[in-house]
């Protein structure tokens, strides 16, 4: 092998929204390993919710992540009612559904837009983000707010879903489709994308449960798996919807999961409107008492993949533990199998190309030494570091 | 009207930097760019230098692992330079305020000269922020 080059990228790029920092080291064009480092983001979530209570707890986990701002709480939820065994009214579960899938095409037409523009191709970026406006406006009918929806409360839904809206809904859904048809028609037909994307990062099957990567990105490697059909929650299970799996595994491939994805978000949709129709109006919320003590586990399908949520209650009006795993968590890791191998132009989408989001990823471990097994810094510790960095900050900003 | 405001009748070049938030802020940001808000018609872009900009905007919360980053990316930018905080984030801690990791509001950090408070703020209230600034007397 020759000399390496250190191609540095981040922690601030013009092509990174978050601060994470890639290390790619280069043999001429050809990338030989990477390294990354994250951290920058890390708010100390999981903390922060133990110190809420649990209905608090919905708008911290909510701002997890603003893209999947359904996903963490539609987890949560899921966990919290499997302590206090509570069955929530069809009603609320199909606008759960629906509050979900909407945020599936507003996520995926944000990462064809912004795939799109990794490569360059600003003219996708433009027309994706375009036609996300009005699922987004649609967000603020039925919500009250683009983002962050704060929909989802214990035992149900905060906000009905009026006749009105419905039809309005069903009516930006019917433009949603004919926009994604010309999308469709403008990724699959492209003679440009097919050569630029076609055979570059590729994960097979075997990558896929190597890493136990999950989501659109497994999907797209011929791995079968996803938790609304495997462990059906909310209204999944009493609509007719398929699972598109392809088993290319390189970018195209996700990129083609995911925009088929969207016709059956469509049709998701289009589904639970109808079957809303017969639940009475207003009933959307199951009185819950209280949250006994134990242990609860939930899951949800974000448009990245599986967020798992574990819960744990003492019978307190707030969570003792809470730990979230979310999608990117599994598949950032791919990186080493998808950009190693590769040329330098190509790691730019094939990162992009499982849709990273690093503000999700941002969970803390704990460090045990391989050789020896012993714990490399213990809680006590960590507390005393962190009081004596933020002492360290307040000398330097002077508060 | 102050010196920096009369610097920047034209054309402001934006940087964004996210110091530590979740994403929301820096999407309504991005779609101010595109077709619907299309904030390129004042000639406003977001340029991939520090050191080619005249606003910086400041998303999430400033961390113990970004702060040192911030101050630096501060330091490169020309002056004068005009400091926007977007979201609740950046203005005050918002929901991560208690968190451990919160190094404190933008404001101890670098000086900042306006402040977009929502979670997150609406494309429109961005642009009222900028537009509010300007017309400062
Ligand atoms: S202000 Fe709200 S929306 Fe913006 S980054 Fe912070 S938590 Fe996210």
């Not at chain 1, 609304?228 to 699972?243: C, E, G, L, Q, T």
């Not at chain 1, 003590?293 to 939930?298: D, K, N, S, V, Y």
């Not at chain 2, 760019?33 to 991939?48: I, Q, S």
């Not at chain 2, 404001?107 to 494309?123: E, L, S, W």
């Amino acid at each position: 092998m020759g000399k390496k080059t250190v191609v540095p990228i981040g922690p601030y790029h013009p092509l990174l929204e978050e601060p994470e920092f890639f290390k790619l080291y280069c043999d001429g064009e050809t990338v030989v390993d990477m390294e990354w480092e994250t951290g920058y983001n890390h708010r100390g979530i999981e903390k922060i919710c133990e110190s809420k209570t649990f209905e608090q707890v919905f708008y911290v986990v909510e701002r997890i992540c603003g893209i999947c701002s359904t996903s963490h709480p539609f987890a949560y939820a899921n966990a919290v009612e499997s302590i206090a065994k509570v069955e929530i009214p069809v009603r609320a579960k199909l606008i759960r559904s629906i509050v979900g899938e909407l945020e599936r095409i507003h996520s995926h037409l944000l990462w064809v837009g912004l795939a799109g523009h990794f490569l360059g191709y600003n003219t996708v970026f433009m027309w994706a983000w375009k036609y996300r406006e009005p699922v987004l406006d649609m967000f603020e009918i039925i919500t009250g707010n683009r983002n962050s929806y704060a929909m989802f409360t214990i035992g149900g839904v905060r906000r009905d879903i009026s006749a009105e809206q419905a039809t309005q809904l069903l009516k930006v859904l019917d433009d949603v489709k004919i926009k994604t048809d010309l999308l469709v028609g403008a990724v699959m037909d492209d003679p440009v994308l097919h050569a630029r994307l076609k055979g570059v990062g590729i994960l097979t099957a075997k990558d896929i449960h190597d890493f136990g990567a999950v989501g659109p990105t497994a999907r797209a490697s011929g791995v079968d798996i996803d938790v609304r059909r495997d462990d059906p929650y909310a209204a999944y299970d009493m609509i007719k919807w398929k699972v598109i799996t392809t088993p290319e595994g390189d970018v195209f491939a996700k990129a083609k999961v995911r925009l088929l994805e969207m016709y059956e978000s469509i049709s998701i949709i289009q589904q639970c409107l109808e079957l809303l129709k017969k639940e009475k109006v207003g009933d959307i919320k199951a009185k819950v008492k209280e949250i006994p003590a134990g242990i609860g586990i939930g899951h949800a399908e974000a448009p990245r993949g599986e967020v798992f949520h574990f819960v744990k209650s003492d019978g307190s009006n707030s969570p003792v533990r809470h730990k979230i795993r979310a999608p990117s968590y599994t598949c950032i890791p791919t990186f080493r199998r998808s950009c190693i191998g590769g040329t330098i132009s190509d790691a730019a989408i094939a990162t992009a190309a499982v849709d990273p989001c690093y503000c999700c990823t941002e969970r803390m471990t704990q460090v045990y030494d391989h050789r020896t097994g012993k714990r490399l810094m213990n809680a006590e510790e960590l507390i005393k570091l962190s009081q004596q960095k933020t002492e360290e900050i307040r000398k330097k900003i002077k508060v | 009207m102050g010196f920096k405001e009369k610097c920047f009748k034209k054309s402001l070049w934006v940087f964004h930097l996210s110091a530590g938030s979740c994403n929301n802020c820096d999407i309504e940001i991005l779609d101010l760019l595109t077709p619907k808000y299309d904030v390129e018609r004042f000639g406003m872009k977001l340029v991939g230098s520090i050191r080619h900009a005249d606003v910086l905007l400041v998303t999430g919360i400033v961390t113990k692992k970004t702060l040192p980053r911030v101050l630096e990316v501060y330091n490169q930018a020309p002056k004068p330079i005009v400091v926007i905080a977007i979201g609740a984030c950046p203005c005050t801690g918002g929901i991560f305020a208690s968190g451990y990791n919160f190094a404190g509001p933008l404001d101890k950090v670098i000086p900042v000269d306006a402040y977009v408070p929502g979670c997150p703020p609406k494309p429109e209230a961005m642009l009222a922020g900028v537009v509010k600034l300007l017309n400062k007397k």
